[in-house]
């Protein structure tokens, strides 16, 4: 396989995500450790999926997350707060995470807001309550810089889906990125 994270924050969540999961096939909520995810805080952000409402409930969103969206996006669905020309395509991506059991690595444009986009990476992890169902998504995006929409269309994000079953072959501890 040849993925790769780039970010220095997101290899972290990696690393601890494996760790968190343990013999488990899916860490929970309650694996994730705050005080170790310490210098990823800020950009993360967990969700639960919603049946009745087909998309997910933000449970906790990071500084940075709330401030790209100009609100705490905690507690809000995903189609309270994204743009409904990209809420289809994004939910449809975060489902993929969940009914696949997979980890999302994105990079080049990965945020859409108020007429900018900004290009970075981003990693979506599936959680479960359960240890084994998928139920829920961790995820960050670290964002390198903010562009004009005439120079990046979320068009040109690149997206690897890789089976939680596949994630201890890539490495968590370059020392390179943010």
Known sequence: ???????RRLRLLLGHYLAARGAKRLPSRS?????????VLPIIWISQFEDSAGTFRYRLAGEDVNDIWGMS???CLLSDFVAPDRFEATNAAFLRVLQQEAALIASGPVYRCADRIALGERLV??????????????????????????????????STYISVDELESIPVDRAVGD
């Open 125 to 158: 992890l599936p959680l479960s309550s359960d240890g084994v169902t998928a139920d829920g998504l961790i995820g960050a995006t670290a964002r390198d810089q903010l562009v004009d929409f005439e120079k990046a269309s979320m068009s040109q994000q690149i």
């Open 73 to 75: 996006v905690a507690g």
């Open 31 to 39: 694996d994730i450790d705050a005080v170790e995810l310490a210098p």
């Open 1 to 7: 396989m040849d993925a790769a994270i780039k970010s």
